[in-house]
């Protein structure tokens, strides 16, 4: 059983910066893809974006859906527990609750939330001036 829990959400300006993390209850992350979903009210959960594990062919890449590519990147400490979810450039659509997932070596689509099997509690953020 992996345990995730996110933090860093709050409320930003349009055009600020968050930096959101998901800590989780494991010795690495090596093993497993990460993923970033998120859900704004009245709207179904979209993955974002998904972290490969680093033992898989695609080693370490990462993955984003459209309407974030350019302003998140999503890495990982050198510890490999902990993934970041670094968010710039935020707009008011981006308001949402993200949450993290984990999967054991993935080998489906990495934005489909089916594939996770382990999720955080989530984390509000909100862009708004």
């Known amino acids: 059983q992996v345990q995730l829990v996110e933090s860093g959400g709050g409320l930003v300006q349009p055009g600020g910066s968050l930096r959101l993390s998901c800590a989780a209850s494991?010795?690495?992350?090596?093993?497993?893809?990460v993923g970033w979903f998120r859900q704004a009210p009245g709207k179904e959960r979209e993955g974002i974006s998904c972290?490969?594990?680093?033992?898989?062919?695609?080693?370490?890449?990462?993955y984003y859906t459209d309407s974030v590519k350019g302003r998140f990147t999503n890495s990982r400490d050198n510890a490999k527990t902990t993934v970041y979810l670094q968010m710039n450039s935020l707009k008011p659509e981006d308001t949402a609750v993200y949450f993290c997932?984990?999967?054991?070596?993935?080998?489906?689509?990495?934005?489909?939330?089916?594939?996770?099997?382990?999720w955080g509690q989530g984390t509000q953020v909100t862009v708004s001036s």
């Open positions: 997932a984990a999967r054991w070596r993935l080998m489906g689509p990495p934005l489909s939330e089916n594939e996770y099997d382990y």
């Open positions: 494991v010795d690495t992350l090596d093993y497993y893809a």
């Open positions: 972290l490969i594990n680093s033992d898989s062919s695609t080693d370490g890449s990462t």
